[in-house]
């Protein structure tokens, strides 16, 4: 079964934060990471780090969730982000993935 998936990026304990949907976060997670898009916002304000997911199995609920995420108050953002991670700890950074070699 194929998962979607809500994310936040951010470029600091916070910084700015974005938020995204995909049905393959590692590889987009990479993506925002090597700046594969280098006018996107991610790749303008170097949010590199992943700080938040939920996982859904149905692509419609994960884009439901991405909308009310983006009409939050900054403030519970920040929040959600803490409840599940206070130390704004890159969840990437445990994937076996190096960036460094893929430039």
């Known amino acids: 079964m194929n998962h979607w998936y809500v994310y936040i990026m951010t470029n600091k304990p916070n910084g700015v934060l974005y938020i995204g949907v995909t049905n393959n976060i ?4 990479k993506e925002h990471k090597l700046k594969i898009y280098p006018k ?3 790749a303008k304000y170097n949010c590199n ?12 609920e994960a884009e439901k969730r991405e909308t009310q995420f983006k009409k939050w108050k900054r403030n519970w953002k920040i929040e959600l982000i803490e409840s599940m991670n206070p130390g704004w700890m ?4 445990n994937w076996n993935m190096n960036y460094n070699r893929l430039r």
């Open 26 to 29: 590692e590889e987009r997670v």
């Open 40 to 42: 996107s916002f991610t």
């Open 49 to 60: 780090k992943l700080v938040y997911f939920e996982e859904f199995d149905k692509g419609s």
């Open 90 to 93: 890159d969840f990437s950074m």
